[in-house]
């Protein structure tokens, strides 16, 4: 097994008295791509939220590499290396996808490795290549289709040279034509040596993408295990079907 | 072919601004083009925070009386040549922009619109509360001029507002000004790409208030006073300036700002109806023009870069 590069220890959010996140604890481990799978309402996003700085965990705490990041705030989690996407994209609808992709190359985290203006154009045109985008790097992305969107937002993310990669629903929205190009660029990645933490509320599309699943609900880690694992799990079956589908599932 | 003839056209005007007082021997013409030009400088220093981040500053002519009453209870009084008193008041509303967006611009909301509407306020409050001193409703008379002659005070703000409105431009077309444009579209997914957002928030408050200061600066010593009359009612005024020329590219804002100074000269017969001159072409431009005036200078030369 690889090394650890993302630990979570104990993490809990709680807003007032709805625990949204409880006891989180597990690990990431370096090139995996790991699903967190649950139902609405589960606490996955709130999970990523926390992860990516934009919440303060009420407890517990979370090391990227032992380096323990509980307390950053979202610029400093991304300059460190944790950069994630929305479930709802979220480009800078004002600027090109070439802007887009320029503005993370302008982060502190960037500057250090991308010199000049020359760096910083060639760092875009590989990613832009790689994610298929090499195209469109002169449109505006107000009128990119959705897929497209979310390739810009995926390309945007990988422009960060992030150490994890956290997708919030990468696949919410999109139809089956739009969801192969984004599986085969995150295959691609992930074979570069990229790691992913995805989140999903559909089983389906974990079975060909991620190694490993977490699988919550109401705030809880409920099972852990590769996808095949977790389809058949009773208790997973459970929280998404509802009580007595665990007899059906056993029978 | 249009980018040249577009450029050709703004060196043209900028020659003729030089040239007009050789030209033409008119000394009103004179004193509501250099009004006009101090007025471009304002709304280019407010569409370069405001235009730039999304965020509205309501109290830009705080930070004009800052620099105004800088020269007016401090430095004319002690001799210093405008040029420093200029610099000075630059430095001193950059300060007082940042001070008041240090804690404002963290938050999201209305608090940081609120804070600058309240500085205004203040300010107004300040003045009169201390009559004995900042002169009340009168003002400060006798202040060092600009220049010894007109001529030379039209010189004087001409190279200071090109210069301003140059430096706002090229610095907007930068890396820096993409930022700021990209923390405009969606201030959460800047921060999610590691930029720092409220340095460049800040940074670029302070910038447009020191611009806005440098202009109450040097518009004390133009008039040779200062007093509420000159800074307070600009304040919407120059929201107004933006708006109507086009904000997020620093230009389209300075033209508006120049043009409807302008106006303001040509419509001084409406006398109280002013306002609701100001209005009817403000609402004119959001109907029909919602880029506003100028913008298509800078629009159409991105969409052709597209192809």
């Given at each position: 097994m690889n090394d650890v590069i993302l630990r979570t220890e104990g993490l809990s959010k709680h807003f007032g008295g709805l625990i949204?996140?409880?006891d989180f604890t597990a690990e990431v481990f370096e090139g995996e791509i790991l699903g967190i799978l649950g139902p609405n309402g589960a606490g996955k996003t709130t999970l990523f939220n926390m992860l990516s700085g934009y919440y303060k965990p009420t407890n517990g705490r979370f090391f990227l590499r032992d380096k323990d990041i509980t307390n950053r705030n979202a610029e400093r989690v991304a300059e460190l290396g944790i950069v994630r996407t929305f479930q709802i994209v979220r480009l800078f609808n004002k600027l090109t996808v070439y802007e887009n992709l320029l503005i993370p190359c302008l982060s502190p985290r960037m500057a250090s490795r991308l010199k000049d203006q020359n760096d910083r154009d060639r760092h875009i045109r590989e990613i832009a290549e790689e994610v298929h985008i090499n195209e469109l790097l002169?449109?505006?992305?107000?009128?990119?289709?959705q897929g497209t969107k979310k390739l810009v937002e995926f390309a945007r993310a990988l422009a960060n040279s992030p150490d994890v990669l956290l997708l919030d629903e990468?696949?919410?929205?999109?139809n089956p034509v739009e969801v192969e190009p984004l599986i085969e660029v995150i295959l691609h990645f992930n074979k570069k040596g990229k790691t992913l933490v995805i989140i999903e509320h559909k089983l389906h599309e974990f079975m060909k993408l991620v190694q490993r699943v977490i699988a919550m609900d109401r705030g809880k880690i409920i099972a852990t295990g590769t996808p095949k694992e977790i389809a058949q799990n009773p208790e997973v079956v459970e929280a998404y079907l509802g009580k007595g589908a665990k007899r059906f599932v056993s029978s | 072919m249009r980018k040249r003839i577009l450029i050709l056209l703004l060196i043209l005007s900028v020659l003729l601004l030089f040239l007009l007082p050789i030209i033409r021997d008119d000394l009103y013409l004179l004193i509501i083009l250099t009004i006009a030009l101090s007025y471009a400088v304002l709304a280019a220093s407010w569409d370069f925070f405001s235009g730039f981040t999304g965020r509205e500053n309501f109290g830009i002519s705080a930070f004009v009386a800052v620099g105004g009453y800088l020269v007016g209870l401090v430095t004319s009084g002690l001799g210093v040549p405008p040029i420093v008193s200029i610099v000075l008041g630059f430095v001193l509303a950059g300060i007082v922009g940042f001070l008041i967006g240090f804690p404002t611009l963290k938050l999201s909301g209305p608090y940081f619109a609120l804070a600058t509407l309240a500085l205004v306020v203040i300010a107004q409050k300040l003045v009169l509360a201390f009559a004995r001193t900042t002169g009340g409703e009168d003002g400060l008379y006798g202040l060092t001029y600009l220049a010894e002659t007109f001529e030379g005070s039209y010189y004087y703000v001409l190279i200071f507002s090109l210069f301003s409105i140059g430096f706002l431009f090229m610095l907007g077309r930068s890396n820096y000004g993409l930022i700021l444009k990209a923390i405009h579209s969606d201030e959460e997914a800047a921060r999610s790409s590691g930029i720092r957002t409220i340095r460049y928030k800040l940074t670029s408050l302070s910038l447009s208030a020191a611009f806005a200061g440098a202009v109450g600066a040097l518009l004390a010593h133009f008039y040779g006073y200062i007093g509420p009359d000159v800074v307070f009612h600009i304040n919407l005024l120059v929201i107004i300036m933006a708006i109507v020329g086009g904000m997020g590219y620093v230009i389209p804002a300075a033209l508006g700002g120049f043009a409807i100074s302008l106006l303001t000269e040509f419509i001084r017969a409406f006398g109280d109806f002013k306002n609701l001159a100001y209005t009817i072409v403000l609402m004119v431009v959001i109907l029909f023009l919602p880029g506003g005036l100028f913008s298509f200078l800078f629009k159409q030369s991105t969409r052709k870069a597209r192809r």
């Amino acid at each position: 097994m690889n090394d650890v590069i993302l630990r979570t220890e104990g993490l809990s959010k709680h807003f007032g008295g709805l625990i949204a996140v409880d006891d989180f604890t597990a690990e990431v481990f370096e090139g995996e791509i790991l699903g967190i799978l649950g139902p609405n309402g589960a606490g996955k996003t709130t999970l990523f939220n926390m992860l990516s700085g934009y919440y303060k965990p009420t407890n517990g705490r979370f090391f990227l590499r032992d380096k323990d990041i509980t307390n950053r705030n979202a610029e400093r989690v991304a300059e460190l290396g944790i950069v994630r996407t929305f479930q709802i994209v979220r480009l800078f609808n004002k600027l090109t996808v070439y802007e887009n992709l320029l503005i993370p190359c302008l982060s502190p985290r960037m500057a250090s490795r991308l010199k000049d203006q020359n760096d910083r154009d060639r760092h875009i045109r590989e990613i832009a290549e790689e994610v298929h985008i090499n195209e469109l790097l002169h449109e505006s992305v107000v009128n990119l289709p959705q897929g497209t969107k979310k390739l810009v937002e995926f390309a945007r993310a990988l422009a960060n040279s992030p150490d994890v990669l956290l997708l919030d629903e990468p696949f919410a929205g999109l139809n089956p034509v739009e969801v192969e190009p984004l599986i085969e660029v995150i295959l691609h990645f992930n074979k570069k040596g990229k790691t992913l933490v995805i989140i999903e509320h559909k089983l389906h599309e974990f079975m060909k993408l991620v190694q490993r699943v977490i699988a919550m609900d109401r705030g809880k880690i409920i099972a852990t295990g590769t996808p095949k694992e977790i389809a058949q799990n009773p208790e997973v079956v459970e929280a998404y079907l509802g009580k007595g589908a665990k007899r059906f599932v056993s029978s | 072919m249009r980018k040249r003839i577009l450029i050709l056209l703004l060196i043209l005007s900028v020659l003729l601004l030089f040239l007009l007082p050789i030209i033409r021997d008119d000394l009103y013409l004179l004193i509501i083009l250099t009004i006009a030009l101090s007025y471009a400088v304002l709304a280019a220093s407010w569409d370069f925070f405001s235009g730039f981040t999304g965020r509205e500053n309501f109290g830009i002519s705080a930070f004009v009386a800052v620099g105004g009453y800088l020269v007016g209870l401090v430095t004319s009084g002690l001799g210093v040549p405008p040029i420093v008193s200029i610099v000075l008041g630059f430095v001193l509303a950059g300060i007082v922009g940042f001070l008041i967006g240090f804690p404002t611009l963290k938050l999201s909301g209305p608090y940081f619109a609120l804070a600058t509407l309240a500085l205004v306020v203040i300010a107004q409050k300040l003045v009169l509360a201390f009559a004995r001193t900042t002169g009340g409703e009168d003002g400060l008379y006798g202040l060092t001029y600009l220049a010894e002659t007109f001529e030379g005070s039209y010189y004087y703000v001409l190279i200071f507002s090109l210069f301003s409105i140059g430096f706002l431009f090229m610095l907007g077309r930068s890396n820096y000004g993409l930022i700021l444009k990209a923390i405009h579209s969606d201030e959460e997914a800047a921060r999610s790409s590691g930029i720092r957002t409220i340095r460049y928030k800040l940074t670029s408050l302070s910038l447009s208030a020191a611009f806005a200061g440098a202009v109450g600066a040097l518009l004390a010593h133009f008039y040779g006073y200062i007093g509420p009359d000159v800074v307070f009612h600009i304040n919407l005024l120059v929201i107004i300036m933006a708006i109507v020329g086009g904000m997020g590219y620093v230009i389209p804002a300075a033209l508006g700002g120049f043009a409807i100074s302008l106006l303001t000269e040509f419509i001084r017969a409406f006398g109280d109806f002013k306002n609701l001159a100001y209005t009817i072409v403000l609402m004119v431009v959001i109907l029909f023009l919602p880029g506003g005036l100028f913008s298509f200078l800078f629009k159409q030369s991105t969409r052709k870069a597209r192809r």
